[in-house]
Nanobody, 123 residues
Framework: QVQLVESGGGLVQPGGSLRLSCAAS????????MGWHRQPPGKQRELVSV???????NYADSVKGRFTISRDNAKNTVYLQMNSLKPEDTAVYYC?????????????????WGQGTQVTVSS
């Protein structure tokens, strides 16, 4: 069984910074794309950023220049450094990983999601 566990959320003032982490564990064979989505209150979930196995990154326009995604393949972990936070960044942040894993003697590939971590930007 594979698990993604996020950490690093919390309450921060506008202009502040937070760093989210998401560690994948279990019978993992390969991890491909990793990324972050968020769901603001009363809104649909939206893509924040993704990073490929070759460290190619993409960002939503709303976070470009403020957020930085990175990954540590040795630790099966993806990070999201969030700077210059704004109240509109308030959301539950979810990490995901497209990965190949072993279960029941067979190999499978699908997206896995973390449980979500709350980020609140408020004075």
């Amino acid at each position: 069984q594979v698990q993604l566990v996020e950490s690093g959320g919390g309450l921060v003032q506008p202009g502040g910074s937070l760093r989210l982490s998401c560690a994948a564990s279990g019978s993992i064979v390969n991890i491909y794309t990793m990324g972050w989505h968020r769901q603001p209150p009363g809104k649909q979930r939206e893509l924040v950023s993704v990073i490929s196995t070759g460290d190619t990154t993409n960002y939503a326009d709303s976070v470009k220049g403020r957020f930085t995604i990175s990954r540590d393949n040795a630790k099966n972990t993806v990070y999201l450094q969030m700077n210059s936070l704004k109240p509109e960044d308030t959301a539950v942040y979810y990490c995901y990983a497209d990965l190949r894993f072993q279960s029941g003697g067979e190999y499978w590939r699908r997206d896995h999601w973390g449980q979500g971590t709350q980020v609140t930007v408020s004075s």
